[in-house]
């Protein structure tokens, strides 16, 4: 490899090749390098395909191929780094996920695949379509490892017949002719995984899509990506994402949150009780009532995306940023609004709503906490939490005002759901109520 990349660390090995992570000396970029053996390609010849099949493919969730160097032993592929976690990694981390979110990456993968199967004049199959093989990049997805990808032509076999198990189609290992339907074979199971991790009714409702894209027969399957993705694009157009029962119909439909005066914490207990309410089977929108970008800033640090709607999404969190006075308010139908008017509080008193008021417990803020305290300590449908986990001031306030007030504890992260602040929702919403 030449002297314009300095290694820096290794990315992994396997029997035939090996992956850096170099820096290109002049342009202070990252790139991956797969160095492959050239004793190991006279019995291996397809492992130089995946150069020939990268370097004319130009798609956001396709690694760009940016050299090829060779010397007396290797050949050096000099690619894209793509930096983030696998979609394995991602899921089996999480407790649940949502099911917007995995639709939602489950058409980029479409997407993806799409771009393969229509390249001209030969199309493209992946073959060994798996989680692993999926990187979570913030907002997309990146599909790695072309290793036993190849062209379908005219003249015979060109595919692989090894591929994993648990992913690869059975024609794979029946010596079959693979063809496009085997990729979608590959995105079946990898939509199988994502809904291990959702709720019991919306793995029901996409188990008919999973079942057909992983028909054992492939003439049963859906005959091309773009059938399938019409089908996950209805789960979204028809409502599927709104999981609920009949009982839904008598509860709770909107809770106000506010606080008495900035960074006293209101945003980031609106966000927890929201991704609360959801992990917890009840489905709840989070909506931004105030002028900040307070949500959106957290949620792009975290890796969330946007909807065609406007709806922010990051794991069992869905919400609503503010967009302006002359955009009209997104209108819950079934289901439960968490609404942070930030410091508005004078709107919200005026409506006669459930309402949670976040109060400031350090010195310089208690002024203003006792000043509405008398305002407000007579309305109903209130409660009171005390931020920063101040437990004593808040039995001083409860005992003060004869109201009661929860103590909300230390908290870095809104969308992670810690066992404490599990116990004081469930607490609040029980003696509630609510």
Not at 197 to 204: T, V
Not at 218 to 227: G, T
Not at 287 to 295: I, L, T
Not at 310 to 337: A, D, N, Q, V
Request: charged fraction near 25%; hydrophobic fraction near 35%; proline fraction near 3%.
């Amino acid at each position: 490899m030449s002297d314009k990349y300095r290694i820096v660390s290794s990315l992994g090995e396997g029997n035939s090749s090996q992956v850096f992570l170099v820096e290109h000396r002049k342009l202070k970029a990252f790139r991956a390098v797969k160095c492959l053996k050239k004793s190991a390609l006279l019995l291996q010849p397809q492992l130089l395909l995946e150069t020939d099949i990268l370097k004319n493919l130009k798609h956001p969730g396709i690694p760009t191929i940016y050299d090829v160097e060779e010397d007396d032993e290797y050949y050096y592929i000099i690619e894209e780094y793509v930096q983030g976690q696998s979609m394995e990694a991602y899921v089996l981390r999480q407790n649940c996920i949502s099911i917007d979110m995995a639709v939602h990456m489950a058409l980029q993968i479409c997407d993806v695949m799409k771009y393969l199967h229509n390249q001209k004049p030969y199309p493209i199959i992946y073959q060994d379509l798996k989680p692993e093989h999926i990187i979570l990049c913030g907002k997309r997805i990146v599909l790695i490892d072309f290793g036993i990808s190849s062209y379908i032509t005219s003249h015979g076999n060109t595919f692989q017949y090894f591929g994993t198990e648990g992913y690869a189609p059975p024609e794979k290992y029946q010596g079959n002719r693979c063809d496009i339907r085997s990729d979608i074979y590959g995105v079946g199971k990898v939509i199988e995984f994502m809904a291990s991790k959702l709720r019991a009714e919306e793995f029901q409702f996409l188990q008919p899509l999973i079942e057909k894209a992983t028909a054992y027969h492939m003439e049963e399957r859906y005959p091309a990506v773009e059938v399938l993705e019409a089908d996950l694009h209805g789960c979204i157009a028809c409502g599927s994402l709104n999981f609920h029962n009949e009982k839904s119909k008598h509860l709770l439909k909107e809770i106000a949150v506010a606080g008495t005066q900035m960074r006293v914490g209101t945003t980031h207990i609106a966000i927890a009780l929201t991704c609360f309410m959801n992990q917890y089977d009840r489905s709840c929108v989070y909506q931004e009532y105030h002028e900040s970008d307070c949500m959106r800033l957290l949620i792009n640090e975290d890796g969330g995306y946007m909807r065609n709607d406007g709806m922010i999404i990051y794991e069992k969190f869905r919400g609503i940023p503010y967009y302006g006075e002359g955009i009209e308010k997104w209108s819950p139908t079934e289901e439960l609004s968490i609404q942070d008017y930030g410091t508005d509080l004078q709107d919200v008193l005026e409506e006669n709503k459930h309402l949670v008021i976040v109060m400031g417990c350090r010195p310089w803020e208690k002024e203003q906490t006792k000043s509405l305290l008398e305002k407000i300590s007579l309305r109903k449908n209130l409660v009171l939490i005390c931020n920063y986990e101040s437990r004593i001031e808040a039995k001083n306030i409860a005992r003060m005002y004869r109201h009661r007030v929860y103590s909300f504890p230390l908290d870095a992260d809104p969308f992670h759901m810690t066992r404490e602040k599990r116990k004081l929702f469930q607490k609040l919403l029980r003696q509630e109520g609510w």
